[in-house]
């Protein structure tokens, strides 16, 4: 049956991905990926198992939720956001370390918890800024029958070579947990994100949290071959009609595409519903037969119209909104976002085939 939307995702491309970050590491370095947000869009549980298979040690989520949707895994799981009460409940059912930086939510915690205690070197999310704060958090959880899984934080600026801002946090989360090895030995120190993985071996510790890379997506949003990172995602539709466009003739809502000369308009059916953005109306290009056509009109809740050139084109044929030739980053950009945004936005409505 031809989808009228698919997203296929390559999980060897997720495996090699991975074995590439790997041998960027540091000695003694381990990797660690992020699944959260149904890895990225691509499927947490899939691509947690392609990871796994190319070297992960770790597998970080944000949610309880997410890590109870993981099910057994061969690796550790760690919830990195905050928990109410209800959701401690389902993440420890799940077997999960989670995250703290609050004395009050360790000592709610059961014997045996593992806890990654996070300091905010200068995020501004979650996380105490006091480094004395912190270590108090870490003795909580010794005192309370818990182990310190983790001394962790999370860089602002990684993807901006060449921002000072980087070093500031490096030095300050050096400074807290480097002395803190020998007093809680079971810690792994980590810090490091896709771009700081990439940037800086000095941010590696003894653990990384790579999440978008593994994916094949540029955390500096350029180019992701120029990393050596392979995308894993493809988004396709089909061509559903075509039509001939007379002069003065329009497509879409509000006419936002009025024909100045004779023309030939292909309806593709995907849509806004499916996470192609109402913004690229007018604003966007998509493969049909290897060739860049523009998307004209307003993209609407289920199509998106597409200006053809002289070679045409056949009911059935497929359109590439995102794949080879046709990257994420671009219509990232075109959008004024990011490549994770691009690729978390695509909805459930949308199949997902792993291959």
Request: glycine share 12%.
């Amino acid at each position: 049956m031809t989808e009228r939307a698919l997203a296929r995702v390559d999980l060897g491309a997720i495996t090699r991905n991975c074995r590439r970050l790997a041998r960027e590491l540091a000695d003694g370095s381990r990797l660690g990926v992020v699944v959260k947000a149904d890895g990225y869009g691509h499927g947490a549980r899939e691509a947690a198992a392609a990871a796994v298979e190319g070297g992960a040690e770790r597998l970080f989520v944000a949610t309880a939720r997410e890590a109870a949707a993981l099910g057994d895994q061969p690796v550790p799981v760690a919830v990195m956001g905050a928990l109410m009460p209800g959701e401690l409940e389902v993440a420890l059912a799940a077997g999960a370390e989670v995250t703290a930086w609050d004395r009050d939510f360790v000592a709610a915690l059961p014997p045996g918890t593992r806890v990654h205690v996070k300091l905010d070197t200068g995020m501004g999310r979650l996380g105490t800024r006091d480094p004395a704060e912190a270590t108090a958090v870490a003795d909580a959880v010794v005192a309370g029958g818990g182990t310190v899984a983790g001394l962790m934080s999370h860089f602002a600026t990684a993807d901006e070579r060449g921002d000072a801002f980087f070093g500031e946090q490096l030095d300050r989360f050096r400074a807290w947990a480097e002395p803190l090895r020998e007093r809680f030995p079971d810690a792994l120190l980590h810090l490091a994100n896709s771009a700081g993985t990439l940037r800086d071996p000095a941010c590696h510790f003894d653990l990384v949290r790579c999440g978008v890379a593994i994916y094949g997506l540029d955390p500096f949003q350029r180019d992701a071959a120029a990393e050596e990172l392979e995308p894993a995602l493809a988004l396709t539709s089909y061509v559903a009609a075509v039509k001939p466009l007379l002069v003065g003739e329009s497509v879409g809502y509000g006419r936002r595409f009025v024909a100045e000369e004779p023309a030939t308009i292909a309806t593709i059916p995907i849509g806004y519903g499916d996470g192609v953005r109402r913004a690229l109306t007018n604003n966007a290009e998509v493969l049909i037969g290897g060739e860049r056509r523009p998307v004209v009109g307003t993209v609407s809740m289920d199509n998106i119209t597409v200006l053809l050139g002289a070679a045409g084109a056949q009911v059935g044929d497929e359109v590439v909104l995102i794949g080879p030739g046709l990257p994420a980053e671009e219509m990232a950009e075109r959008l004024g976002t990011i490549n994770y945004e691009i690729t978390c936005g695509l909805t459930a409505r949308v199949p997902r085939v792993h291959g």
